[in-house]
């Protein structure tokens, strides 16, 4: 087995700060992921990938022919199918060792208090600020680090907030309205959404492998559209 492993993830282990003790800490870690579609479907892909050992999805919407164009995992005739069932099976074909769990529901503020707990880290994949704004809530009373991320156009930004740091609202204000890019708000091109989830699946890998330096305290902004990349202080 350990052969077999070693094999599937030989090009991840010869990176200096994963190297077999960080593969094994991926293989032991539990990640939640709220949101199936552009996000939370390539996060949830990426993280299967990488070998993360227990990944749970939550979502309730239906696949539609205007997703595919940035969600990629997903075909032209299961259009009206789950998404989060959908997702199972093509992570599963990626990796059968990942233990999966899924949630076809809202995840409402009842459902977050219940299930989160179970996990080592939660990753915000939704497209409303009002979904961010309780994930962030939920997951600071559980102490439970979680990334939120968001995405309009050809631009996105990506947090990570620890349980010792300002709440989600401190940043972004307590209303629907809030500061965060929500794709519901306006279009989206598929190469931002892809890299945003991509820099989410980097930092539930760098925390989970306790190497390099998450975005915890910073603000990472990226506008493709005019190739300029920051990450601001908070």
Do not use: W
């Amino acid at each position: 087995m350990k052969e077999e492993i070693n094999v599937r993830y030989s090009r991840q282990i010869s990176i200096p700060e994963i190297g077999e003790k960080g593969q094994e800490k991926l293989r032991n870690g539990k990640v939640m992921i709220v949101g199936c579609g552009a996000l939370g479907s390539m996060v949830a892909m990426q993280l299967s990938g990488c070998g993360v050992g227990t990944i749970g999805i939550s979502d309730f919407d239906t696949i539609e022919i205007s997703n595919l164009q940035r969600q990629f995992f997903f075909k032209d005739n299961e259009a009206g199918k789950l998404k989060s069932l959908i997702l199972e099976k093509r992570m599963k074909e990626l990796n059968p060792e990942v233990q999966i769990t899924r949630f076809d529901s809202l995840t409402t503020e009842k459902i977050a208090k219940k299930i989160f707990k179970d996990y080592d880290f939660i990753v915000d994949a939704t497209d409303n600020p009002e979904s961010k704004l309780m994930i962030g809530k939920i997951c600071k009373e559980l102490k439970i680090p979680c990334c939120i991320g968001g995405v309009k156009d050809f631009s996105g930004q990506i947090i990570t907030f620890k349980p010792e740091d300002k709440r989600f609202e401190e940043y972004f204000g307590d209303t629907e309205q809030g500061g965060f890019l929500p794709c519901s708000l306006g279009g989206v091109a598929g190469p931002a959404a892809a890299l945003c989830a991509s820099v989410q699946s980097a930092e539930v890998m760098k925390f989970l492998t306790k190497s390099g330096e998450t975005l915890t305290g910073k603000l990472f902004h990226f506008d493709l559209l005019n190739c300029r990349f920051k990450v601001y202080e908070l």
